[in-house]
């Protein structure tokens, strides 16, 4: 091991994933000498394990399923899908597990990146054990912002080491379809794999613990994408936790609370995420190692002047495009204060990560799609605002009917009754994730219903859904 002398940097941040990347990109911009530390691949798990290589597996799943609605065009889709060729092209949009387009991107931006893992050594500073043992020490005279992620949570069972479980990594950047898959787990992870490697070749078991699917979200989320699933051949079993797993003979067998044995190629468990904070040195500034990183809606540590955490490792919203929102906020934050500018006084409001609680926008990319923003009823409930759903059937929209045949899908809006906005909004349907950014706008621009009537959907298109829903809510 080598050492070298400390480089002093404005702002530090540890993990490159899409979250670093904007906070440094920000800090930056506002003239702030910045560093990134990266462990492996600058771009993160969204861009190589999540959301791009799993999105690409899932489009031609959905794209197929849509065309099957289509007199005309089914018949020309009848055949299955070419798996290889769905995941060369998968292989294109994780950039063959290569960074060096991002790290161009970094260079760019004007950022150092520094690869290695980088850990917390006391008060604003960093050091960097890269692979060949050598430790550089970075300093940071205003942030050290932690954007380090999360991993696959695997839950603790008799077996599991022995099996060598998939999880979201293997998951999205598997060579072939398993012959058949056990995918453990009923959440967006687990409903999305079932949904691509069904439809890639694999003879999918989906083992659910709770009593439905996407059970965060409103119930008939669930039911409709469950009878989808069903309908395209996936064994789901509610209600069913494993107890053990084993692999005999180059066979999965897991053994269900009941009893119960089934067996597959392959078992994926999608149950949860872990902070990445376990290895970082959070012991040297007193904190708690393993921990999610609570933070104030300026994405700092309480108490702290200098230390952030943004995205998934604050735990707030597992997303993307939210990290990168309070990367915006975050960066922002930075650089006023290390200006000395009042942060009120920050155009776009670096000191308020309010989109965080309030209007969280997420598309599951299932058959059918799933668009929700905001809080559901229960949600909405359990938080004291008195509210009203209001549901409708996509069967009364046009869009919906020429979109494809026996289209089946529903909306519901939260309504709160005393300030006469939406609390939430929630889409099921083909092509009904495209919806999510009207509702997004609503909810989060808190726009009154009396105005959203003047907000014309075009004919004939999904978004006429959102006359159906008013035109429910003002006849009842
Ligand atoms: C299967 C799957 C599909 C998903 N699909 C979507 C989707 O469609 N849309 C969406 O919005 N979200 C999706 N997500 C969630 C999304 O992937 C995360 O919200 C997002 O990646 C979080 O970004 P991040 O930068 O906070 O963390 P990450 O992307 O996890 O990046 C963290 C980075 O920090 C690095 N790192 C960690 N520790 C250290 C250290 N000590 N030193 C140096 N570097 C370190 C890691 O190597 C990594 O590169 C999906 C997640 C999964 C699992």
Redesign the pocket.
């Known amino acids: 091991m080598t050492e070298t002398e400390a480089i002093a940097y404005d702002v530090v941040v ?9 906070v440094a990109d920000r800090t930056r911009a506002a003239g702030l000498s910045t560093a990134v ?11 190589y ?7 690409a597996l899932l489009r031609p799943v959905i794209a197929q399923a849509d065309a099957r609605r289509l007199p005309g065009l089914a018949e020309a889709v009848r055949g299955p899908l070419d798996t290889p060729a769905v995941l060369a092209r998968r292989d294109g949009f994780a950039s063959h597990w290569k960074d060096d387009g991002q790290v161009s991107w970094l260079e760019g931006a004007g950022v150092d990146l520094y690869r ?4 917390l050594a006391g008060p604003r500073t960093v050091t ?1 054990t890269a692979s060949d043992g050598t430790v550089t020490t970075l300093t940071a005279r205003h942030a050290v912002v932690v ?6 949570k695997l839950p603790e069972l008799p077996g599991l080491d022995e099996v060598e479980p998939w999880t ?2 293997e ?2 950047s598997a060579r072939q379809a398993p012959g058949s898959l056990i995918v453990v787990g009923g959440g ?2 687990g409903a ?2 079932a949904t691509a490697w069904q439809g890639l070749g694999s003879r999918v078991t989906l083992l659910v613990r709770g009593e439905r699917l996407l059970g965060r979200m409103e119930p008939f989320v669930g039911e409709l994408v469950a009878k989808s699933l069903t309908e395209a051949g996936v064994d789901i079993r509610t209600n069913t936790s494993v107890a053990s797993v084993a692999r005999e003979n180059g066979t999965v067998v897991a053994v269900t609370d009941d009893g119960e044995r089934i067996e597959a190629d392959e078992i994926l468990f ?1 149950t949860g ?1 872990a902070p ?1 904070t376990d ?2 040195g959070l012991d040297t500034v007193d904190l708690e190692p393993g921990t999610w990183l609570e933070v104030d809606d300026t994405l700092r540590l309480p108490d702290s002047a200098w230390l952030y955490a ?4 604050n735990g707030r ?8 929102y309070q ?1 915006r906020i975050a960066g922002a934050a930075v650089a006023a204060r290390a200006a000395g500018v009042p942060l009120q006084d920050e155009p776009w409001g670096a000191h308020a990560a309010t989109a965080d609680h309030y209007a969280v926008p ?2 599951v ?1 299932t058959d059918p799609e799933v668009a929700a923003v905001g809080l559901s009823l229960a949600e909405a409930e359990d938080a004291g605002h008195r509210v009203r759903a209001v549901d409708v059937d996509f069967g009364s929209v046009a869009g919906a009917s020429l979109y494809g045949d026996d289209y089946t899908g529903r909306a519901r809006m939260v309504v709160d009754l005393e300030e006469d906005i939406l609390r939430g909004v929630t889409f099921v349907g083909p092509g009904a994730g495209e919806l999510v950014h009207s509702g997004t706008m609503a909810v989060a621009g808190r726009i009154p219903l009396d105005r959203l009537w003047h907000v014309v959907p075009p004919f004939p298109t999904l978004g006429e859904v959102w006359l159906r829903l008013l035109e429910a809510y003002r006849d009842n």
Do not use: Y
């Open positions: 540890l993990g490159a994933g899409p979250v670093g990347e904007n530390v990266e462990s492996e691949l600058v771009g993160g798990e969204c861009s394990w999540a959301c791009m290589p799993s999105k290695g893992q980088g850990r960097v954007a380090t992620g999360t991993r696959a979201s990594r998951a999205t967006v992870v999305e794999m999608a995420r990445q290895d970082i943004v995205g998934d490792v919203a597992l997303l993307t495009h939210q990290g990168k990367a997420q598309v990319f």
